[in-house]
C-alpha cells in the first residue's frame, strides 16, 4: 500500500501566469493540481479513508451529505509561492468557538494544507520540515484566520499567525466560500521550490457545523504523521484541459 501511495505522486504544476490575490480563482485554477469534487461519498473510497478521523456530522434535520459538504482545491507554486485555492460547498458557516484559542482553526471551518518539505521517510508530527498552512473561513478575517503550524530539529508544533500569506475568502450562499491564497514559501522558510523537487502533502478540511471537533474530511493522509501523507512533485507549468470544439 505505501508502494502504491509513493508511485502515485500528486503532480503539482508551477504557475506562469500572474496571479492576484481577490477571491478569484479564474486565472489560475485551471493551471493547477486539481482532482475534481470531494465530498463524503468519494473520501469512503480513497485508500487513506478511517470512519474514525473522516466524518461529516448531522445535526437534527440535515440536506444531503453531499450539500453538507463537497469541495474543490487547487494547489500550485512558483519559485517564490505556494499558491493555495478551494471552492466550498457548505450548509452552514460556522467559525465560533466556545473555547476560542487562536491556534484552534480545527475547531472552526477551516481548510489546512499540511506540506513536508522534502519529504523525508522519517515519522514526524510537525517536527523539522512539517508546515500547515491554515484559513478559517472567516470573513472578518481575524489574525488567527491565516495560521501557521510547524517544527524545528527540537521543538513540533510550533503555532503562530501565518504572516508570510496573502489571502482573501469571498463567501457564498449558506456556508459556501472561495478561498485564495499564495504563502511566501521562501520568506517564510528560506526554501526556493525548485523542478521535481518532492515534498509531502495531506488536507484537512474541518466542517464542525455548529458542532463539537470532529466535523473533517483528510485528503490523501491520516491525520498528523507526515509519514502518511501523500507524495507530491513539484512539475514543470500545465495547460488548461481543453474542451474538444462541436
Ligand atoms: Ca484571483
Ligand atoms: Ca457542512
Ligand atoms: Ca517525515
Ligand atoms: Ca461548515
Redesign the pocket.
Known amino acids: 500500500m505505501l508502494l502504491l501511495c509513493l508511485l502515485a505522486a500528486l503532480e503539482i504544476p508551477r504557475l506562469a501566469v500572474p496571479v492576484t490575490i481577490d477571491g478569484n480563482l479564474s486565472e489560475w485554477k485551471e493551471r493547477a493540481f486539481h482532482d475534481g469534487v470531494w465530498d463524503v461519498y468519494r473520501v469512503e473510497k480513497s485508500d487513506w479513508y478511517d470512519p474514525r478521523i473522516n466524518r461529516l456530522t448531522r445535526h437534527s434535520v440535515e440536506p444531503s451529505p453531499s450539500d453538507d459538504f463537497s469541495a474543490r482545491y487547487y494547489t500550485a507554486w512558483d519559485d517564490r509561492y505556494l499558491y493555495l485555492g478551494a471552492e466550498v460547498v457548505d450548509n452552514v458557516n460556522d467559525v465560533e468557538d466556545p473555547a476560542h484559542e487562536p491556534k484552534r482553526w480545527y475547531f472552526k471551518d477551516a481548510i489546512c494544507w499540511f506540506v ?1 518539505i522534502p ?6 508530527r510537525f ?1 523539522e ?2 508546515h500547515a498552512f491554515c484559513f478559517v473561513a472567516d470573513a472578518r478575517r481575524p489574525p488567527y484566520a491565516a495560521w501557521h503550524r510547524s517544527g524545528t530539529k527540537v521543538q513540533s508544533y510550533r503555532e503562530e499567525p501565518l504572516e508570510a500569506a496573502e489571502w482573501a475568502l469571498k463567501r457564498g450562499r449558506n456556508g459556501d466560500f472561495t478561498l485564495e491564497a499564495k504563502v511566501d514559501l521562501q520568506r517564510l522558510t528560506g526554501v526556493t521550490p525548485r523542478l521535481g523537487d518532492t515534498w ?1 502533502l495531506s488536507l484537512v478540511h474541518t466542517d464542525p457545523d455548529g458542532g463539537d471537533y470532529g466535523g473533517h474530511l483528510i485528503l490523501y493522509g491520516k491525520g498528523d504523521d ?2 502518511t501523507w501523500g507524495l507530491a512533485r513539484l512539475v514543470a507549468e500545465r495547460a488548461p484541459v481543453e474542451r474538444r470544439p462541436d
Open positions: 513536508e519529504r523525508d521517510t522519517v515519522n514526524e517536527g520540515g512539517d509531502g507526515d509519514n
